[in-house]
């Protein structure tokens, strides 16, 4: 059964640092682009980072880009997302989700499964 | 950056209903527009991929059509397992988005 399980949420100060992380079972993770999609506490889903299947290819949203950084390890079959200088507004559940294909262009492509999330709360 | 936006943002059907989402586009996505469903404490599901495909196991009162930048999501006939809210996303651009969501509450 494919699952992705994602871990490293937690409570964290306002300028600090998180790392999560995402483990894939059920699937060969190297064969496919994976993405971080985040939910804050009552709204909509947000995506967050998308990494192609050799890395080749990583992209971010703007609410992210130059703190967030996304890396695979297709050998461990993991997927993390490096988060720096945390805000106020990076509270929220962050998903790992699987796409069906290797990269953005691989069409069509779509987020075919998805982790329970972590939660992760930035306050002083 | 493509910008997504669902109408309305919230809708109180009857079982058995049809019900009908529309999802826009600020630009042109061809058919790279997939719809998924989130229950309360749920990940999301897909439902429907390239606009008008229906994922595997998803009952066939979904359906999705549209291209360009309008979209719809119709559920056929209600059902009480459907409250839920829903969430269109673009994946023509690799720096995808979503929808703000529809919620559909019990009326």
């Known amino acids: 059964e494919l699952q992705l399980v994602e871990s490293g949420g937690g409570l964290v100060q306002p300028g600090r640092s998180l790392r999560l992380s995402c483990a894939a079972s059920?699937?060969?993770?190297?064969?496919?682009?994976m993405h971080w999609v985040r939910q804050p506490p009552g709204k909509g889903l947000e995506w967050v980072s998308g990494?192609?299947?050799?890395?080749?290819?990583?992209d971010y949203a703007d609410s992210v880009k130059g703190r967030f950084t996304i890396s695979r390890d297709n050998a461990k079959n993991s997927l993390y997302l490096q988060m720096n200088s945390l805000r106020l507004e990076d509270t929220a559940l962050y998903y790992c989700?699987?796409?069906?294909?290797?990269?953005?262009?691989?069409?069509?492509?779509?987020?075919?499964?998805w982790g329970q999330g972590t939660l992760v709360t930035v306050s002083s | 950056d493509i910008q997504m936006t669902q109408s309305p943002s919230s809708l109180s059907p009857s079982v058995g209903d049809r019900v009908t989402i529309t999802c826009r586009a600020s630009?042109?996505?061809?058919?790279?527009l997939n719809w998924y469903q989130q229950k309360p404490g749920r990940a999301p599901r897909l439902l429907i991929f390239?606009?008008?495909s229906l994922q595997s196991g998803v009952p066939s009162r979904f359906s999705g059509s549209g291209s360009g930048t309008d979209f719809t999501l119709t559920i056929s006939s209600l059902q009480p397992e459907d409250f839920a809210t829903y969430y269109c996303?673009?994946?023509?651009?690799?720096?995808?988005?979503f929808g703000q969501g529809t919620r559909l509450e019990i009326k």
């Open positions: 630009q042109s996505i061809s058919t790279w």
């Open positions: 390239a606009a008008s």
């Open positions: 059920g699937f060969t993770l190297g064969d496919y682009a």
């Open positions: 989700a699987k796409d069906s294909g290797r990269s953005a262009y691989d069409r069509p492509n779509y987020f075919d499964y």
């Open positions: 996303q673009q994946s023509y651009s690799s720096r995808i988005s």
């Open positions: 990494i192609s299947w050799n890395s080749g290819i990583i």
